[in-house]
């Protein structure tokens, strides 16, 4: 697997389609653990994000993340007052299915402009956590994101595009999955671009550093060592802990042991393995040292955790 599928676990838990008539706004809470995206199929809206001090303009083909789902207002025109979500949803009628619509009703003003959104929302498992989605900004947008996809990709958003909100058999199902390679790739063209010089990503555009973070991820038991990883990266110890730290925002050994501890994490809620294998999988000799790391990064002890289905302690 390569090193962003390893990082991005996605699981899919809302979808669909809308028809906003002008004016029009919908205030979307804040919601942990989850990041969102918006892609405008047709017509635009400005959408004012929590964190950033200027709304953004989404134009037709425009394509934006909310990485940490943070609380944002979507509208058109842009001082439109805002109703929240749940209001629209329960004045439309909307049960889930078919197309939200919301706007000026027959005999109200409106100026008929109509935005067509593909929205969606990709829930991360609480405890999940990896320095690369840490880092992203309140928001990423891409302008004319289908026009500067490969055909492959453009081909895709119009899949979804007729496919979103449609009662033909399995067509939520296609436009989910769908729309779970273009969040992938969006990040991934985000990391090559915007967030190559930021900290915490940098990393991951970084040729040196990047081998050996995919070396980490493809073998995280290994004994590694500052020296062994070095001659990963093809660089002097003393080079490639200096870049690494400041490229990723961590020294080499944290980042292997918060990966580690993360791999840990969904084997004991995901299978019935035993600790002392768990252990062994992610580089602990013994069940006692790997329980020592393991409470210090999620508050409790990996059996209790397990117990607990991971509601128990926290990520750092």
Not at 121 to 134: E, I, M, N, P, S
Not at 149 to 159: K, T, Y
């Amino acid at each position: 697997m390569d090193l962003l599928s390893d990082i991005l676990k996605l699981s899919g838990t809302l979808y669909f389609r809308t028809s906003f008539i002008s004016p029009w706004a919908v205030e979307v809470p804040s919601f942990e653990n989850a990041s969102r995206f918006h892609y405008a199929h047709r017509g635009r809206c400005f959408i004012h994000v929590d964190g950033l001090a200027d709304p953004v303009l989404l134009q037709q083909g425009d394509l934006i993340i909310v990485p940490h789902g943070a609380r944002h207002i979507m509208a058109d025109p842009v001082d439109t007052p805002p109703q929240t979500v749940d209001a629209v949803v329960a004045a439309s009628g909307f049960t889930g299915s078919g197309t939200l619509v919301h706007g000026p009703m027959d005999g109200d003003t409106g100026t008929g402009f109509e935005t067509q959104l593909i929205c969606g929302q990709f829930a991360f498992d609480t405890g999940a956590w990896h320095r690369l989605l840490d880092a992203l900004p309140p928001a990423i947008v891409i302008s004319d994101y289908s026009g500067a996809a490969p055909d492959w990709l453009d081909n895709s958003l119009r899949i979804i595009g007729a496919e979103a909100g449609h009662d033909a058999m399995g067509a939520d199902l296609i436009a989910l999955k769908m729309s779970e390679i273009i969040f992938t790739q969006a990040i991934r063209r985000f990391l090559a671009t915007d967030g190559a010089n930021l900290p915490g990503l940098a990393g991951f555009a970084d040729p040196h550093v990047s081998r050996a973070l995919e070396a980490m991820h493809t073998d995280p038991a290994a004994d590694w060592t500052v020296e062994s990883l070095a001659q990963v990266a093809g660089m002097s110890r003393t080079a490639f802990s200096n870049r690494f730290s400041e490229a990723v925002a961590a020294p080499p050994l944290t980042y292997l042991t918060d990966w580690r501890m993360q791999i840990a994490r969904r084997l004991l809620l995901d299978t019935g393995l035993p600790i002392i294998e768990i252990a062994e999988r992610t580089g602990y000799a013994s069940e006692a040292s790997f329980g020592r790391v393991f409470r210090k990064h999620f508050d409790a002890p990996p059996a209790g955790y397990r117990r607990s289905g991971g509601e128990v302690g926290a990520s750092v």
